[in-house]
Each structure stands twice: as C-alpha cells, then as structure tokens.
C-alpha cells in the first residue's frame, strides 16, 4: 500500500461526457502528479501540482485540468471525452519541497473507458 | 519524440537466471535515473534509482548501471525469482528542483520456475 488513494478504481462513460478523477497524496506529501497510460505506452506525465500550484505541465490536452486543494487532494477533470481518452489514470505524490528526490509513491490507478 | 526508451516489450527468463533490462535515452539533460516495477491492478513501485554522477548502484539482487556516453541503462537482476514478474518500467528527470519524470515504455518480465 503506497498511501495514495485514487477513486474511482473503474469509470465507464460515453464520448463528449465529462469525468473527475480523485487523488489523495500519503499523508504530508506536498506534490501530486497525473500520470496517463494508455495501452502498449509508458506513462505519459500530464501536469504536476505543489502545495496547491501548477508546477510543471506535460502533455496535458486543454479538454483536460486538474486542481489541488487546500487539504492537498488532488482532482483530474476529463471533459468532452473521446474513444481515444479510454487509459489508466494514475496519480503519484511525494514529499519532495525544493529537492528532488526522484521517488513517486504511485496509488492503483483509474480505469477510463470511454464507450 | 520517445525520450525514454525500452525497446524490449518482453523478457523470458528461467528461475535462478539473471535478468538484463535494457532503457536508452536521448535527453542530455537527464540526470536522475529510476527504475519502477509494477504488477497487475497495482500502480508502479519504485525498485531502484541512480543519479549521474555514479555508474552503478547496487541493492540487493538489483543492480542499475548507467552509461552516460551512451546514454544507457539497464537493471540485473541476479537471481531472477517467479515474484520479479512484472512490467518495469525505465524513468528519468532533470534535476530541475521538482520532479518531472519521464517513463519508458516499460519491459514486460517473466521468470519461470
């Protein structure tokens, strides 16, 4: 058990719908990233937040956001879905302030498939 | 553009054998190099890592060189049991002060008893 708890574990929804993927980091990690996978590829980084900001932003579509909130849970929000978002979302944190560490404690993920 | 690589998709290996993963990359920039295991319905785990500076760092029956002119890196796992199978997956960073790492495609292993 990493600490980071992802809901939901599965979501099957139909195109152009709009989704919210929940995140909370282990207990007194400051970082929550997004990560994506879709099948047969590695995890594609979407965007990183730090104490409640944007930190660093990967290959995020602008259909696609994500926040981080006071309480340090995280929310990635996918709308005007489409066949091709269908992937594993998963979502990490770490405890790193200004030095990096290089450890993500990753939760199970989210299963996306969108019908 | 793949930045990360692993050109192998899958590895067979026998019980008791060693296990050689195999990671190129092409950021000149990458200086953090992490490897992460991950097994069915769990999210990655990180196994080991190595920073730039070193050419090797060894844990337990895991062993991570680095090639830096080569831009290379693979993991060894010596001896390889039925409970390593799983997908790695190869990962790196710039040191830039907040962690942005880069994944591989990811090697799927399989030990047999």
């Known amino acids: 058990d990493s600490g980071v708890t992802q809901t939901p574990k599965h979501l099957i929804t139909a195109t152009g719908q709009r989704v919210t993927l929940r995140c909370s980091p282990r207990?007194?990690?400051?970082?929550v990233y997004w990560y994506q996978q879709s099948l047969d590829q590695g995890l594609q980084f979407l965007i990183q937040?730090?104490?409640?900001?944007?930190?660093a932003k990967g290959n995020i579509l602008e259909r696609f956001s994500a926040q981080q909130f006071p309480d340090l849970h995280s929310e990635l929000n996918l709308s005007s879905l489409e066949l091709g978002d269908s992937a594993l979302y998963f979502c990490?944190?770490?405890?790193?302030?200004?030095?990096?560490?290089?450890?993500?404690?990753f939760g199970e993920g989210s299963r996306l498939t969108v019908l | 553009d793949q930045q990360v690589k692993q050109n192998s998709p899958s590895l067979s290996v026998q019980e008791g054998r060693i296990s050689i993963l195999n990671c190129d990359y092409t950021?000149?920039?990458?200086?953090?190099f992490l490897w992460y295991k991950k097994y069915p319905a769990e999210g990655p785990t990180f196994l080991i890592s190595?920073?730039?500076?070193?050419d090797k760092n060894e844990d337990g029956r895991f062993t991570v060189f680095l090639n830096k002119s080569a831009k290379h890196l693979s993991l060894h796992i010596v001896p390889s049991q039925p409970g390593d199978s799983a997908v790695y997956f190869c990962?790196?960073?710039?040191?830039?002060?907040?962690?942005?790492?880069?994944f591989g495609t990811g090697t799927r292993l399989l030990v047999s008893p």
């Open positions: 990490a944190s770490s405890s790193q302030g200004l030095q990096s560490t290089g450890e993500l404690f």
């Open positions: 207990s007194g990690d400051l970082s």
């Open positions: 937040y730090y104490n409640g900001e944007e930190r």
């Open positions: 950021n000149s920039m990458f200086d953090y």
């Open positions: 190595i920073s730039s500076i070193k």
């Open positions: 990962a790196a960073s710039e040191n830039t002060g907040f962690q942005k790492l880069v």
